[in-house]
């Protein structure tokens, strides 16, 4: 069973919840329909239950004004899509995976496409740079997702950033950097040379000594290697 989730994380899953609620809305709702009765009860896809402290739903509920107040969560309906649903696939390895972006937007006149991930953590220390951000394993992995089903030659990729830690100061903010479709595609042939690489140690191990197992399987070919 898996274990528990922190505190943190419960209350990031919450704050997601507020977002859609907010965003999903067929209209401008007000702080009693974005925070309901009951939704500091969190119930995680890992069946565990969480009840948010009174001064933990304060937190997300300020981070929320916040958040707003600085412009990252306009409504724009038709452009959006929310938890948006992909498949990546290489069909000639028989693999793929399944992503889900937290906030798509596709200008529906220039094309432009915006893959924004929501990171909400304790302490800003664990949060992205600017300069980490276009090599985000994540980031990148949707970007080729949303490129790959609009043909697009390159995306906008962004983090919004939340921190819960009272005393930080920079506790909502955002980065952004724009990425090149064959730096994603790259990205996600890693991402298939890997996961096989993997399943290859994992079927070593039926019967066999792990170290052994491991040490036989030729790693992911590099290019120019």
């Known amino acids: 069973m898996r274990k528990a989730p922190t505190p943190a ?3 990031g899953t919450a704050f997601h919840k507020a977002r859609e609620r907010y965003l999903l809305a067929p209209k401008e709702i007000g702080f009693d329909q974005i925070f309901p009765a009951g939704w500091h009860q969190i119930v995680e896809r890992s069946g565990h239950r969480i009840s948010l402290q009174a001064h933990e739903q304060r937190i997300i509920q300020q981070r929320f004004q916040e958040h707003l107040e600085a412009g990252m969560l306009g409504r724009k309906p038709g452009i959006q899509r929310i938890e948006a649903k992909f498949y990546s696939e290489d069909r000639n390895r028989g693999i793929g995976f399944v992503e889900y972006i937290d906030l798509l937007e596709t ?3 220039t094309k432009e496409i915006r893959v924004i991930d929501v990171k909400t953590t304790k302490e800003s220390k664990h949060l992205l740079t600017q300069d980490e951000l276009d090599k985000d394993p994540q980031l990148l992995s949707y970007a080729y997702a949303a490129m790959a089903e609009q043909r697009a030659t390159e995306a906008i990729i962004g983090q919004h ?3 819960w830690n009272p005393s930080a100061a920079r506790p909502v903010r955002e980065i952004y950097s724009k990425v090149a479709y064959p ?9 298939i040379e890997t996961t096989l690489h993997m399943r290859a140690i994992a079927s070593r191990f039926d019967g066999a000594d792990p170290e052994q197992a491991i ?3 030729p790693g992911p070919v590099e290019k120019n290697a």
Do not use: L, N, S
């Open 9 to 11: 994380q419960a209350m």
């Open 215 to 217: 040490w036989e399987i």
């Open 183 to 191: 730096a994603a595609e790259a990205h996600f042939r890693t991402e």
């Open 107 to 109: 200008d529906p006149k």
């Open 161 to 163: 950033q939340i921190v």
